[in-house]
C-alpha cells in the first residue's frame, strides 16, 4: 500500500508529496454518474457496494494517494431525527428545522453502528479493497457547519437564523451544539472501529465567523471532538475550516495533526504560524484545472515551494473539485504533483 499520505501526516519523510483532491468521488467523473443514474443521492450513500464502487474510482482512474469515503456531512442529521431531503436546484433541505428548545429536546444521539452501519459496511468493504492501494480516509461534519443546516433548514447566504441563535439564546444554541458534538464523536470513532486510516473534519461555513465568535461558538466543540478522538485512536485527524485564514491563531491550537486551507492564504504564511507543529494540506483554487498544462504546472510548483518548510504537506485543492472539471486535467494534476516534489527532493 502507498504510505505517503500517512507519513506526510504524521510528518514524516517521504519520497514526494502526496495528493488526494476534496470530492474526488464525484460529479466530474462520467464513471459516477452511471453508478449514480440508479437511484438518489441519498440511496447511493446508502448502499454500502454502491458508495465503496465511487470511492474507488478516482483511486483507479485519477491515482490519486488516498481515498475518502463517499458519503455526505448530513447523514448523521438524519438519524438525530431530523428528517433530510436532497433537491438538485435547492440542495439539501431539513423541512423541519431546529429552533426551539422543544426541537432540541426531542434529538437523540445515534448508535454509529446500530442507525448508521451502512456508513460502517462500506469502510469496512473499502478496507478490503484497498488493501494493496492507499489509506481510506473517514470524515465527518464539524459542528457549526451541520448546526448551520438544522437551524437554517438548508444552506443559506448569510446565516442569519444561525446567528440570532447564537446572539438571542446563547444556551439554546449552546445545548444544539452539545447535542451535534455528542453524535459527532460517536459517528468518528465508529469510523475508527470500521476501518477508516483518518479522519477529516469539515467546517464548510465557520470562515462566516468573526475570530471572536469562532473563539466561543465553534471553537470548543471542534477541540472536544479532537480530544475525545485522540484518547482512543491515534490516526490522523485532519480539521479544514473552509474560509479559515483568519481563525489560524486559534485552530492552530485544536490538536489536529493536519490542517486544511483554502486558496486565501499562501501555505508559506501558514508554515511562518504554525511551524513544525501540524502538517498542512492544500491549496490550489479549484479552477486552476482549468489552466493549460504549464501554467497548471507552474500553479503546483508554487504550491509546493510554499509548502516546503512544512513538518509535512498533503497536496489538495482549497475546496472541492468543480463538476465541470476535465478528469484528465485531475489526472493531470496528480502526476504534476507526484513529478515535480520529487524533483524538488533531488
Known sequence: MRTEFLKACKGEKTDYTPI???RQAGRYLPEYHTVRSKGSFLDLCKNPERA????????????????ILFSDILVPLEKMGCPLEFHEK????????????????????????????????????????????????GFSGAPFTLATYLIEG?????????????YENPALYGQLMDKITDCTIAYLKGQVVAGAQALQIFDSWVGVLAPC?????????????????????????IYFANHGATLLPQTKHCGADVLGFDWRIGLDDVVRQVGQTVSIQGNLEPLCLFLPEDKLAARVRMVLEEAKGA???IFNL?????????????KLLVKLVHEISREMRG
Open 52 to 67: 465503496a464502487e465511487v470511492t474507488l474510482q478516482p483511486v483507479d482512474i485519477i491515482g490519486v494517494d488516498a481515498a
Open 154 to 166: 438548508g444552506s443559506s447566504k448569510n446565516y442569519l437564523l444561525t446567528k440570532r441563535m447564537m
Open 90 to 137: 435547492r440542495g439539501p433541505v431539513f423541512p423541519e428545522p431546529i429552533r426551539t428548545q422543544a426541537a432540541v429536546d426531542a434529538l437523540r444521539i445515534p448508535d454509529a453502528e446500530g442507525d448508521l452501519g451502512y456508513v460502517m459496511d462500506t469502510i469496512r468493504i473499502l478496507r478490503k479493497e484497498l488493501v494493496n492501494k492507499v489509506p481510506l480516509i
Open 311 to 313: 513538518r509535512g504537506h
Open 213 to 237: 465568535d469562532f473563539r466561543d461558538f465553534a471553537y470548543p466543540y471542534v477541540k472536544r471532538i479532537i480530544d475525545a478522538l485522540k484518547a482512543v485512536t491515534d490516526i490522523p485527524l
Open 20 to 22: 488526494w483532491i476534496m
Open 318 to 330: 482549497g475546496h472541492g473539485i468543480v463538476p465541470e472539471a476535465d478528469p484528465a486535467k485531475a
